[in-house]
């Protein structure tokens, strides 16, 4: 699925991705070490961890895409870095496990 | 190309970090047994114009006499007793394999003028002075200027002869994660100029984050240096305590002594040394309590083989 066509009920998208780039599946986890060991290229990242050290994670990983869960607000200094990053933000209004069921059956999963 | 000021003692801190102290040590050491006197002590100190020797047993270090301790020894009338009746049996002793950095951190944090230094067998085989380390520095960067000047380019960034070759060091400060991913961002920058197969280059980014965050989540603070030539990336993180007391424990999955604060960054899973170490070809660490931690990887730009 592309990046920007990623959409399901709570889903906010608040930083699209100015290329349009391929979300093969999702990895959620909050402790960023363990994304750093376990995220594959083209998974989008569920977590609640808000703030700049998640986008430097994703970028290095390969990560198209972060969805904040629960409602968690991304700042300023957020979005800037993953837009420098091309990597689209989402803020989810749900909680981490209901998001990510509702990101796997978006993704037909 | 002059950066500020803080370069400067950066470039002494990396001097540190590459320099072993065995490349640094004294290895002319005037040691007693434990059946010498203090008087025998006494009379090699002067001849010798040293204010410390060791006390060794079967190349072992037991002891060390000071002058301090002949001082007191005259004054209590003790010349005649062995030196193993009145050294001082606490003592510290650097491994010859440790950066100087160690030795650096050892000194700013103990009273001592002078520290042992013993091999893998814990033998004597040296001894290092503040001393020492100033002649050593002074050495090392009268060498490197003379190979500056030799270039013919003045101050000039030694990359400028070889573009593929790129050396910068970091300073990464205690608890300031902001400061992280500097190193491992430029590091991913320069390889994808080199057009470097993305799979390495995230391998080599992601050990040098961990690396980035494990100093500044565990250290009092310290440098990162990264160096790229045509085979490799060698990436040393050097930090100036409060060092591992047990590597075994802080390379295994899962163990962490983070704080909550670290955690609540997202970071002290217990995850970050066992990470760095898979994705390493080559993975060194070396660490002495109260001194430091010195971790060198390896990421080979064209390996025959990939690690798991």
Known sequence: MKTNELKFDGLDCVQPASSDSEITGGYTSDLLSDVMAHLKEGEALLTIQAHKNTVAVATLMGAPAIIFCHGRIATADVLEAAAKENIAVFISANSQFETTCRFAKALGI | MLQPEEEIPLRIQELTSNLKIRDVMARKVFAVTKTCTMRDVQAIMKNNSISGVPVVDSRHVIGVISVHDIMNAFEQNWMQDPVADHMTTSVWTLEEEQPLSFAVSA????????????????????????????????????????????????ISPPTSSDTLTFHRTYRLTRYDFESGGKASAELREQLRARGIQPK?????????????????????????????????????????????????????????????????????????????????????????????????????????????
Not at chain 2, 111 to 123: A, D, G, M, Q
Not at chain 2, 247 to 269: H, K, L, P
Not at chain 2, 274 to 282: I, S, Y
């Open chain 2, 200 to 308: 390495i280059i995230r391998r080599a980014a992601v050990t040098c984050y961990e690396l980035e965050i494990n100093i500044i989540a565990h250290s009092y603070g310290g440098t990162l240096t990264l160096f790229i030539d045509h085979d490799r990336i060698r990436i040393t993180a050097n930090d100036f305590g409060p060092g591992i007391a047990d590597i075994d424990q802080a390379m295994t999955e899962g163990y962490s002594t983070a704080n909550d604060w670290i955690r609540s960054q997202g970071f002290g899973a217990g995850m970050g040394l066992p990470n760095a170490k898979r994705l390493a070809d080559e993975f060194v660490i070396q660490s002495g309590v109260d001194m430091g931690t010195m971790v060198k990887a390896i990421i080979q730009l064209n390996p025959k083989e990939e690690p798991s």
């Open chain 2, 107 to 154: 000194f700013n944090k103990f009273p001592y003028r002078r520290f042992p230094v013993v091999n893998s067998k814990n033998e004597l085989v040296g001894i290092i002075t503040p001393r020492n380390i100033n002649v050593a520095l002074i050495q090392e960067l009268s060498r490197q200027l003379t190979a500056l000047e030799t270039e013919g380019g003045g």
